[in-house]
Each structure stands twice: as C-alpha cells, then as structure tokens.
C-alpha cells in the first residue's frame, strides 16, 4: 500500500533554533516528492520539489533532502522564526503527468519566542 | 504560477442544510481539484472539475453529496449537500500548472456544521 509517513506528529521549538522534520515514503512507483508549507487557516504553499535524482535542494532557510534508496526525506529549517509556525506536508507524486499524489498527514510545528 | 480566490473562508452551517463553496483562478487551467482535509488527517482528493463535462468522483465521495460546477477555465463551485457533523472540515479547491505541474490552492474553507 502506498503510504506517506511523517514525523513527528507536532514540535515546539524556541525562536532561533533549528529543526528537522521527517518523511517516510512506501511509495512506487516515484516520480518526485514535495513540501508544503500550511499556515493556520491557509491553503498548502509548496517549499520545494525533488526528484529522485536531487539530494538537496534549499529555499531560503528551508532545505530539504531526499534518499531515494532508504525512501526517506527531510525538511530542515534554520534560525526558526515565528512565522515559520505552521503546518508541513509531504506530497509524494507517482508519476510524470503529477495527477498522483499522496498526501502525508503533516507536522504541525509552533515556534515560541 | 496560480492565484486562487477562495470563498467563503469559513462558515457555520445547520444540519441538514447545504454550502456552495467557490473557487476563481487568475489563468485558465483544464483541471481544478477539489480537497477535503479532516483535523489531524492528509488531504483527500473529492473530485476532479473539467470544464465542459461532469466531475471525475474519487471512491467515496458521491455527486448528489458534493455536486461540482465548471461553467468556464477560471471558475468552479462545490456543494456540500444534506450536511452532517461528520462533515465539518476544511475544503481547499487547488489547480496544477507549470514546471513539474506544481500545485496551487485555494485559502479554504472551513466549515462547521452543527
């Protein structure tokens, strides 16, 4: 079955700080593999799209990684700010075209100062 | 890139009644999606909007419950119909365009049905 796995469920951490999230795939067959970023009340905004070939990409003080062969991906984010309090989702695409996704149930991450 | 207008933002709504939710993107695009996402739950894709022919239904979902209107490229509405409790949620409609058919939504809607 093709799952979309993320951890951990909800994180609180100290403004300034950094965090890692994580993202488990058993998915197949893959094409690419994305994050959004979900604020309270706001529809998913993407951060980042890998394909299976990339094992970094960054956006700002987002970055995140991917390892095609243990399936797993990271979204790590530096000196945290308030505003990166939010939710983040994975988005696992099975093919090509983009019209299969699977949605991981997201990290909801609070930032305190 | 996509922007889409999204209304309304959020509604409380009586048992039994029904809500049109509406969906305005600033291009023309083929396909809109609509998505329910529960509390604590991955977004579920409803229905998928084609302009000119009758929404494509994921299992589960039903067009006498959710019926959906294209009448152009840029336009869509969904219905939520004969509501329950069970269908308070928040209803995100999105479009995919451009490099690797990125995907855009809507600011949702969050409905409470009472």
């Known amino acids: 079955k093709n799952q979309v796995e993320q951890s951990p469920q909800s994180l609180i951490i100290l403004e300034g700080k950094n965090c890692t999230l994580q993202c488990n795939y058993t998915v197949s067959p893959f094409s690419n593999l994305r994050w959004y970023k979900q604020d309270t009340g706001r529809g998913p905004v993407s951060l980042t799209i890998?394909?299976?070939?990339?094992n970094t990409k960054s956006n700002g003080r987002y970055t995140a990684t991917l390892d095609a062969d243990t399936k797993q991906s990271s979204l790590h984010i530096t000196a945290s700010q308030l505003s990166d309090s939010a939710s983040y989702i994975c988005v696992v695409i099975l093919n090509q075209a983009g019209t299969a996704l699977i949605f991981g149930k997201g990290t909801t991450l609070s930032v305190s100062s | 890139s996509a922007v889409i207008s999204q209304k309304p933002s959020r509604d409380i709504c009586q048992r039994g009644t029904s809500l049109t939710i509406q969906c305005q993107v600033d291009s023309q695009v083929t396909m809109m999606f609509w998505y329910r996402q529960q509390p604590g739950q991955s977004l579920t894709l409803i229905a998928t909007?084609?302009?000119?022919?009758?929404?494509?239904?994921e299992s589960g979902f039903v067009i006498d419950k959710f019926p959906i209107s294209r009448p152009n490229l840029t336009f869509s509405t969904l219905t939520v119909s004969n509501m329950s409790p069970e269908d308070s949620s928040i209803y995100l409609c999105?479009?995919?365009?451009?490099?690797?058919?990125?995907?855009?939504f809507g600011s949702g809607t969050q409905l409470s049905v009472l």
């Open positions: 890998m394909t299976f070939s990339e």
């Open positions: 909007a084609n302009q000119g022919s009758e929404a494509t239904y």
């Open positions: 999105s479009v995919r365009t451009g490099e690797y058919e990125k995907l855009f």
